[in-house]
C-alpha cells in the first residue's frame, strides 16, 4: 500500500500554482471604477467634448437602473468565490429594479407624458450600447473567471445585467431622444435580452473552471 507521504507529493507534482485574486470589495470597486472611465471616455470620443450629452429630465427613472447595476455587479462578484451562496433578497433585487424601471417608462408611455427632443437615429443608439457593453462585460467576467464560480447561469445573468444596465445608463447621457417608447425599445430592452443571453454565456464561459475543480 502507498505510504501517505508519497501519495500526498505525487498529487501535489502538478498541481498549478494558486492565483492571487484582489477581495470583493476592491474587485467590485475596480471594476464599477474601469468600467465608468471606459463609458465617460466613449461618451466624450462620440459626444464631440461633451457638446451631445444630454442630462434627462426625467432622470429619477434611472435610479432603479443604477441600483441593478450597483448589485448585480457585486452578486457576481460576492458568489464567485466558492463557499459564498448567493443572498436571497441581493438575488431578487436586480429582476425588482428592472422591473420597477420598466413600469416607471410604461407609466410614461400610456399616460402620454412626452418632451420635445427630436427622434434620434436607433441604429445609433444599439450601436453605441453594444460598444460600451463590450469591454465592461469582458473586464467582469475577466474577473470572475480569476475565482472558481460554481452557480454559472446566475453568475452569467448577474454580469450581463451589470454591464448592459451600465451601458444603459451611458446611453442615457448620449442619446438626447427622451421618448417612453425608445427608451423602453432600444435602451430597456436590450438590458432584458442581454441579461437572459448571460445565462446561456456564463454556461459557456464558466465550464472549464468547474470542470478543472472536480
Known sequence: MMKTDVLIDRLSANLAPVRRVFPISVAYCLWIGSSLLILISYIWWRSDFFRMIHIPIYIYELIPAFLVLLISAYNAIHTSIPGNRKIQYLSLAPISFLVLWMCLLLFRFFTGITSDIP??????????????????????????????????????????????TMSALGEAF????????????????????????????????FHRELDSTF
Open 174 to 205: 448620449l442619446c438626447p431622444n427622451e421618448a417612453a417608447s425608445h427608451l423602453i425599445l432600444i435602451h430597456l430592452f436590450p438590458v432584458f435580452g442581454l441579461s437572459l443571453l448571460g445565462i446561456w454565456i456564463g454556461n459557456f464561459v
Open 119 to 164: 427622434i434620434y437615429n436607433y441604429h445609433t443608439c444599439i450601436r453605441d450600447f453594444l460598444l460600451m457593453n463590450l469591454p465592461t462585460s469582458i473586464g467582469l467576467i475577466y474577473i470572475i473567471r480569476r475565482r472558481y464560480p460554481m452557480s454559472k447561469k446566475n453568475i452569467g445573468f448577474w454580469i450581463f445585467t451589470a454591464s448592459a
